[in-house]
């Protein structure tokens, strides 16, 4: 069968595994909807929060990142990782023990203040939209590679497939395709490395591997990558603070990354469905524990990939290329301006003008065309017409392969049966899939629950609130599908707004809430209100409008760090000056520092409706 | 009662302290502030800084959550015992 015919059977098997599982745990109460009824076991819920978590850019574009990056691209494996750090330890199991449905709530009844939670709730619906586009998006790129269809009706399947399992089953249906979905991306990401690192070093487990001696070179992995890297003009791959990334940009989009993962609704939100602060705790380790098994392995792939990619292009005719390229060629995640001599030479940012390999990026294909048929007439007319491709397409900044080939091509550099290569586009989908479920349930719980009965309708009835819980999911994905479709251009930068967004609003005022008893309701919206226009205003005016990098040359990636300390320092400094909270809220606090079981007022399931 | 409560908090501050700066040392201070340092020597094949920046602090993450959830699991335990036994003192008091 052919790599097209085994993706059509993956594909459609794993879809058909997703609804059956939805349909086993249809649903019929708001408990159950929003929280998954509470009884999920602390190993389970860590493989779901695992899936929630890792989203389409974890799967297909973080190692083709750091494999591009090198040392720097370590700043997304501590980000995306270190922030469960942060959300164990501190807020996982006391939100769990607060025990209500979503963020804004926490946000709304610790401070008693209606404003506190809609700015809270707009913040979450803005993190969850922004995501949750790019979510879509990456259905629809993973149906049109693999499976040759539009991208605009791979995203409608897409659509179509969460709408029925979301709102079906609400947060229980999504907790078991979830888990389901672990599995397949977890096993699509490492059968393809394992693979990989046998066949470069000899040794089968990728962690090791990566430090390990390649056969045909007869020296360590990473030594050999930082030779050829010199040797080509790029930065040397394991050298630390390059070009852009110095010290300060490196710290600072880590910590951002880390403290605005830990402020991410969607994942807060799986802790809800756990049942008790210990089962938080242990879900908390179990997530990360199964978060681990790709965040480690993805170095590794960037490694092997990087070195492949160089090895198998670099000097060669085109007769000489690798049956990948040619794959990859067509979609133009690769291309290839010649000088004139028939070799490839693919070069870094020191050898510019050397270099002959890029990609479309952006362009469009006629746009492109037009650019190669220029580019054609120069090589005939040796130079006295048309014009250098490789002069315009630097111009553009689309040097160098898209970071997306890598994870893509693995399987194909490994030559690896079609059935691999098949499973993971179903890898791709879920990732990508579990991801907007996730998103999709935390706008839905957002506005049904925050919005429409704590605010507008408190006296609706169960079926009520169930039916515009589940009206709002399918508004939300056709939505979601629309920005699929039509993505703004923004939307990479807009993830990196997302978690800036999370450091600066979130973070400061669940710690507050939590650990500071003080700090009452003027000081927490001030605080979010400063951190949230600090960062926003930066980052677009870096972005958009051409501002300098004025504070200390960080980058917008990094910025939400100083939103963080803004919101931090202005609620600190105004909690000594403002009216204490009222005895009800500072006993609320009392009560989730108390583990269950103990102590007054700890029955859990009422809380909800208190 | 309120200070057997206050106890076990700051046991539980001073445990999620430790972690965390624990957490600040691997992955802000060996992998990002002292990597250009730590790279001159070796772990295997990895120059040391780059392995904490993309191995090392991540094993280290998933590590100091499972000694948070096992250690607050202990201290859970003794301070039910703690409040049990103030529990049957004020039911034995006369």
Known sequence: ?610 | MLAANARYWRSNLRLTLVLLLLWAITSLGCGVLLADWLNQFHLGGFPLGFWFAQQGSIVLFVLLILVYAVQMGRLDRRHRAELERLRNDASNAP
């Open chain 1, 1 to 610: 069968m052919t790599v097209q015919g085994w993706t059509f059977v993956m594909v459609g098997l794993t879809f058909a595994l997703y609804l059956y599982l939805a349909f086993r745990a249809r649903v019929r109460d708001t408990q159950g909807f929003y929280v998954a009824g509470r009884g999920v076991p602390a190993i389970l819920n860590g493989m779901a929060t695992a899936a929630d978590w890792m989203s389409a850019a974890s799967f297909l574009s973080m190692a083709g990142l750091i494999s591009f990056l090198g040392y720097a691209g370590g700043v997304y494996l501590m980000g995306w990782t270190g922030g469960f750090v942060l959300l164990a330890l501190l807020l996982a199991p006391y939100l769990r023990k607060f025990g209500h449905y979503t963020v804004p709530d926490f946000v709304g009844d610790r401070y008693e203040s209606d404003a506190a939670r809609l700015v809270a709730l707009l913040c979450a619906l803005f993190i969850s939209f922004t995501y949750v586009a790019g979510q879509m998006r990456g259905v629809g790129i993973v149906f049109a590679r693999f499976l040759e269809v539009d991208v605009d009706v791979g995203v409608a399947i897409g659509m179509a497939l969460v709408f029925v399992y979301a709102t079906l089953g609400g947060m229980k249906g999504i907790t078991w395709t979830q888990i389901a979905q672990y599995w397949v991306l977890i096993l699509a990401y490492v059968i393809p490395a394992v693979a990989i690192s046998w066949q470069l070093t000899g040794q089968p487990v990728p962690q090791i591997g990566m430090g390990s001696t390649v056969t045909d070179a007869g020296m360590p992995l990473l030594h050999k990558l930082d030779q050829i890297h010199s040797d080509l003009g790029f930065p040397e791959y394991t050298k630390a603070f390059t070009g852009e990334w110095d010290k300060l940009n490196v710290l600072c989009t880590a910590l951002s990354l880390m403290v605005g993962t830990a402020g991410l609704p969607h994942v807060i939100v799986r802790f809800y469905t756990v049942k008790n602060v210990r089962a938080a705790r242990w879900s908390g380790f179990w997530a990360l524990f199964f978060i681990a098994m790709l965040y480690l392995t993805a170095p590794a792939t960037a490694a092997f990939a990087r070195y492949y990619v160089i090895d198998s292009l670099q000097g060669k005719t085109a007769a000489e290329l690798p049956d990948w390229y040619h794959t990859w060629e067509k979609t133009g995640l690769v291309v290839w301006l010649d000088d004139g001599d028939d070799r490839l030479a693919y070069h870094g940012p020191a050898q510019q003008a050397q270099n002959e390999l890029f990609r479309i990026g952006s362009l469009t294909a006629e746009q492109f065309a037009t650019i190669r048929a220029g580019h054609q007439q120069w090589l005939d007319s040796l130079g006295a017409g048309g014009r250098d491709g490789r002069v315009e397409m630097t111009a553009k900044k689309l040097t160098g392969p898209d970071a997306d080939i890598l994870v893509l091509a693995t399987p194909e550099m490994a030559q690896l049966a079609a059935w691999i290569i098949a499973l993971v586009a179903a890898g791709g989908l879920a990732a990508a899939l579990s991801t907007a479920s996730g998103l999709l349930l935390v706008i839905s719980s957002s506005i049904a629950h925050d919005l429409y009965y704590r605010m507008l309708r408190p006296q609706a009835s169960e079926a009520q609130r169930l039916l515009v819980s589940r009206g709002t999911i399918g508004v939300a994905v056709v939505i979601a599908g629309v920005f699929g479709i039509f993505p703004p251009g923004f939307v990479s930068q807009v993830v990196a707004f997302a978690f800036g967004l999370a450091a600066a609003s979130f973070f400061p005022v669940l710690v507050l809430g939590i650990f500071g008893k003080r700090t009452g309701a003027v000081p927490a919206i001030a605080g979010m209100l400063v951190g949230i226009g600090f960062t926003a205003s930066y980052i677009l005016g870096t972005v958009y409008f051409g501002w300098s990098r004025w504070c200390f040359g960080i980058g917008p990636q990094g910025i939400g760090v100083v939103g963080m300390l803004l919101n931090f320092g202005v609620a600190l400094g105004l909690t000594p000056l403002c009216k204490p909270p009222s005895a009800t809220a500072q006993a609320m606090v009392a009560r989730i520092r108390e583990p269950e079981g103990a102590g007054p007022g700890v029955d859990i399931e009422s809380a909800p409706e208190h």
